[in-house]
């Protein structure tokens, strides 16, 4: 069975013994046990830890300082099915659940923020979007190939003009000749150079804003051929490749280095009408509902970096010997890394539990929002403090530290900035006290307050409802 692929034992090198022995157990193994865990996620986690400390850890800071894409590793990634983890095993993915996507995420990054980012932007913003908004024929023309590993997906949504107020999407797709022809481009688009899938919005029809936003499936060639030459990955010439479709200069970023963002431009790009993804004007609202999912990766991405940088400071502290002791000691730098590690059990919880809500069917897009938010921002504390309490060392590029915080920075603004995380978090708090008066009738809504004899938890509601105002009461 394909998901029993992750399970092939790993050969234990000799370095990678040495590696584990290097790495505290805690927190970068990971909870032994956790109440939304199986077996089946530990057995998961331990297989993309030894993957990781084996193959990714090595060349993370070589692949930073040269911004090179990661190709062998994408290979194998591939291969052991970690590019389509929550993808049905009809259309080539291990067919596992999110909270096992999380665990990829989550433990990749530890070592190495860009492997992770790439998992997780061609997951739940290239694949996700076919899986759940297109036809039956289009999962099957598309979706084996991503999940598969065989190339590279992205999602096409920020332009110059369009970033967190995504509505104002400016590229064109006008209907001709039984298609639609696109132009415009879209920035800091995630492997708008080494992919070849693309998930992207257009407005078919400016005059009705958001609703007039209309999602398409593109395809084109990937700029590194060569690669895909040498690792049998990357490439697939029997993709409808559109005419059009190109990608600009790959970003300088100040971390993510080794994953890529281009530019990806349309100009005149003609697509079948059978490119078309869900119908038009329903394009915007079924991008927000990727997001949504997508921000569960981020912050379990987020998780990642915390973890492995609490690990890298922990494991220097408790080594580093100043005025007679090891740094460890001082009640400073000990409760300072104490503190953060009882935050990340808190991200964790709101991480995997958005999982499991959006494993469940239910409403899961403010715990989302709330995981990103809190995982992220808490990733660039956790990984400023390692580096301050590493001192010199921490500074630089001989640890992971400085690379983490870099890193870390990134998971506060791509899939919706941390403001943004919070705008959507508010939409929900206001729904939720303008549903009490609701609840309580008619008597209770005229009178903007609760009547005692509804209960203590209904008033205590109430002033908060007061302070939401006027947005609570529209
Ligand atoms: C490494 C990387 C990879 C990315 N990958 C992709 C990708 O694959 N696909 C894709 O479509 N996009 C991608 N993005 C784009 C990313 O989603 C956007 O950068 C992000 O949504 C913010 O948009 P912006 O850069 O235009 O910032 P702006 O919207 O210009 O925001 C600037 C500042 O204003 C704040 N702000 C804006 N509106 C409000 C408001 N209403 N209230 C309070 N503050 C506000 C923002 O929070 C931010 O601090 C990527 C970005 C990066 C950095």
Redesign the pocket.
């Known amino acids: 069975m394909a998901f029993m692929r992750f399970l092939r034992p790993l050969r234990v090198s000799p370095e990678l013994k040495r590696r584990r022995a290097l790495v505290p157990p805690f927190p970068c193994a990971g909870p032994a046990m956790h109440p939304f865990m199986d077996s089946s996620h530990l057995a998961l986690q331990a297989a993309v830890r030894d993957y990781a400390l084996e193959s990714v850890a090595p060349v993370a800071r070589e692949l930073d300082e040269t911004a090179r894409f990661p190709w062998d590793n994408v290979r194998a990634m591939g291969e052991r099915g970690w590019l389509g983890v929550p993808v049905p095993e009809e259309f080539g993915g291990m067919g596992l659940d999110y909270l096992s996507y999380v665990v990829v995420v989550e433990e990749l990054a530890k070592h190495d923020a860009s492997h992770a980012i790439t998992v997780a932007?061609h997951t739940t913003?290239g694949i996700a979007p076919i899986v759940a908004f297109g036809s039956e024929e289009q999962r099957r023309r598309f979706v084996p190939f991503l999940a598969s590993g065989q190339v590279l997906g992205?999602?096409?949504?920020?332009e110059p003009e369009a970033?967190?107020?995504s509505s104002g999407t400016r590229t064109r797709a006008v209907a001709e000749n039984g298609g639609y022809r696109i132009d415009g481009g879209?920035i800091?688009?995630?492997h708008a150079g080494v992919g070849e899938i693309f998930v992207v919005a257009a407005s078919t029809d400016p005059s009705k804003g958001a609703r007039g936003i209309t999602n398409f499936v593109v395809c084109k060639p990937t700029t590194a051929m060569e690669e895909a030459r040498r690792t049998g990955v990357g490439h697939r010439p029997e993709l409808p490749y559109t005419p059009g479709v190109t990608a600009g200069k790959k970003e300088d970023?100040l971390g993510?280095r080794a994953s890529d963002?281009r530019e990806l431009r349309f100009d005149g790009a003609w697509v079948r009408e059978d490119q078309r993804l869900g119908e038009e004007g329903q394009g915007f609202a079924n991008f927000m509902r990727t997001l949504d999912a997508g921000r569960i990766g981020i912050a379990a991405l987020s998780l990642g970096i915390a973890q492995g940088a609490l690990a890298c400071a922990v494991g220097y502290a408790a080594r580093r010997r100043q005025f007679g002791r090891p740094v460890w000691d001082f009640q400073e730098v000990q409760f300072g890394l104490a503190g953060l590690a009882a935050e990340i059990e808190a991200a964790r919880h709101l991480t995997y539990h958005a999982a499991w809500l959006k494993e469940r069917g239910a409403a899961f897009a403010k715990e989302a929002a709330m995981a990103k938010l809190v995982a992220s921002e808490l990733a660039t504390k956790t990984a400023r403090a390692a580096v301050q309490f590493m001192g010199g060392a921490g500074y630089t590029a001989d640890y992971p530290a400085e690379r983490m915080l870099r890193d870390a920075k990134?998971c506060e603004?791509?899939?919706?900035?941390s403001?943004?995380q919070k705008?959507v978090i508010g939409r929900h708090l206001a729904e939720e006290f303008k549903a009490v008066p609701e609840e309580f009738g008619t008597a209770a809504r005229e009178r903007k307050s609760v009547p005692r004899e509804l209960g203590t938890a209904a008033r205590e509601r109430e002033p908060a409802l007061r302070e939401f105002g006027t947005a609570a009461e529209a």
Request: charged share 20%; glycine share 20%; net charge negative.
């Open positions: 932007a913003l992205g999602f096409g949504l920020t970033g967190s107020d879209k800091f688009i995630t970023k993510w963002t990134a603004i791509g899939e919706g900035t403001e943004i705008m």
